[in-house]
């Protein structure tokens, strides 16, 4: 587990991560690392009390539906009304979290806030892309804006039990009652939607994206966006393929074979239909992926794990982009390439959006320095915000992929310690 602390030093805004509990695991993936996006701290540039914090609301239909959280608690979620022209539009997130692929993973992960309701925070700060100040977050300030939570384990797409673990494996019964709970709440009515999450949310939102769609009249203007969700199947710098195997792992322990795309399984076998590069082009409804090319979650954790790495060459380079040595930018590099072409098809259509920017950084919608600051990451100048609202109200292009690393100086890089 990492402590998110953002640091102010003479370079910008870094992000330092801390361990907890003076706890630190990278030997092998067997979850996904903890994250929280919108983690406000006493070195923030901001004062927490500028923040709109809004408190967590259980969906007790939950019991009765079998949606629950990994331990078989209720699950929840977070929500803020639109006012005046924001009224009838509704932004979703969902919540990064992590995977667990094994029954010891799984059974941990019950005593953690992606696991039970019972850890989760009574109360969170909306910011960056849930900000309430149009000064922060200017298209999507005044909508509805929700926040479901994360404590399943598998993006929001198993369903299945397992006794002697007492785990349940609930997420897509878990998004189904959270849609059936905002349906209550006047989403079905929208003017315009809008479906996002980050990391393991931005791989649910392209899981889902398309059901979302259908929740709605064929008038209403409905759109995804992935941040961070775009996960790489590709080969560490020992050969191995340590995602591959968690998302094997995952696929198979909660069942989640039965609740992926055909169109993808009559291609691929079941772990590849996890991967979001093998998922993208068969989104039939309009999505933005934004993404890190040198995303710091996969450098670390799909592609130079201890693991792969015993001889420690990779330690410095792994958690600070600064001190990796030539030949590691050339491999980091080669990762980018990877990416940029897995987008390749994605990026022909119209209705489709993309910003790749070369930073070392991993989630960017819901942190107000990256999402719209006068600082924040931009690509031909363009900062993220901007490029998604352009996207979502088509008034300009949204197809940016920046340059390789160390061309882009707007970025906020983040480091481990």
Same mark, same amino acid.
């Given at each position: 587990?990492?402590k ?10 870094l ?12 030997? #092998?993936?067997?979850? %996904?690392?903890n994250? /929280?996006?919108? $983690? !406000?701290?006493?070195?923030?540039v901001? &004062? ?18 079998g ?22 539009n ?12 094994t ?15 019972k850890y989760?925070?009574?109360q969170?700060?909306f910011?960056?892309?849930l900000?309430?100040?149009?000064? #922060?977050?200017?298209? %999507?300030?005044?909508? /509805?804006?929700? $926040? !479901?939570?994360?404590?399943d384990?598998? &993006? ?33 009515s929208?003017k ?24 709605f009249?064929?008038?209403?203007r409905?759109?995804?966006l ?31 074979a039965?609740?992926?795309p ?20 068969q ?11 040198y ?9 130079t ?18 001190k990796c ?19 390749s ?9 993309v910003?790749?920017?070369s ?7 819901e ?48 480091i481990?310690?």
């Amino acid at each position: 587990m990492k402590k998110l602390v953002w640091n102010l030093t003479s370079f910008g805004l870094l992000l330092l991560m801390l361990p907890v509990n003076g706890v630190m695991e990278y030997d #092998e993936i067997e979850g %996904f690392t903890n994250f /929280n996006g919108t $983690k !406000v701290t006493e070195n923030d540039v901001h &004062s927490e009390a500028k923040f709109l914090w809004v408190p967590l609301t259980l969906i007790q239909s939950g019991t009765e539906n079998g949606a629950v959280c990994l331990d078989g608690s209720l699950p929840g979620y977070h929500f803020h009304p639109g006012s005046g022209s924001g009224a009838k539009n509704w932004l979703v997130q969902l919540e990064e979290g992590q995977w667990c692929g094994t029954i010891k993973t799984c059974v941990n992960m019950k005593s953690t806030r992606h696991g039970s309701s019972k850890y989760m925070e009574k109360q969170l700060p909306f910011t960056g892309i849930l900000s309430n100040k149009a000064t #922060e977050n200017p298209d %999507f300030y005044n909508w /509805n804006r929700v $926040k !479901v939570r994360y404590c399943d384990g598998g &993006s929001f797409i198993g369903d299945i039990e397992n006794k002697t673990a007492k785990l349940q494996f609930r997420g897509k019964r878990i998004w189904s009652a959270a849609m059936v709970e905002l349906m209550g709440k006047g989403i079905r009515s929208a003017k315009q939607a809008l479906l996002s999450g980050c990391s393991a949310g931005g791989l649910a939102v392209i899981l889902h994206c398309d059901k979302f769609t259908n929740m709605f009249d064929p008038s209403t203007r409905v759109k995804c966006l992935s941040d961070a969700g775009l996960f790489l199947d590709t080969t560490d710098v020992s050969g191995g393929r340590p995602l591959s195997r968690l998302y094997a792992d995952v696929v198979k322990l909660q069942n989640i074979a039965t609740q992926l795309p055909n169109d993808c399984l009559k291609r691929l076998n079941s772990t590849s239909c996890f991967f979001a590069q093998n998922l993208i082009n068969q989104v039939k409804n309009p999505l933005f992926i934004l993404n890190a090319a040198y995303d710091w979650w996969q450098i670390q954790e799909s592609l130079t794990p201890k693991s792969a790495d015993p001889s420690g060459r990779w330690s410095d380079c792994r958690f600070n982009i600064a001190k990796c040595n030539a030949s590691q930018i050339k491999f980091l590099h080669g990762f980018r390439t990877r990416m940029v072409n897995s987008i390749s098809g994605f990026t022909k259509p119209s209705k489709n959006g993309v910003f790749i920017n070369s930073c070392f950084i991993h989630c960017q919608t819901e942190n107000h320095d990256t999402w719209y600051s006068k600082n924040s990451p931009a690509v031909k100048n363009k900062r993220i915000a901007v490029a998604v609202g352009d996207w979502y109200f088509e008034r300009g292009g949204a197809k940016l992929i920046d340059c390789a690393y160390p061309c882009d100086k707007t970025c906020r890089n983040e480091i481990v310690e």
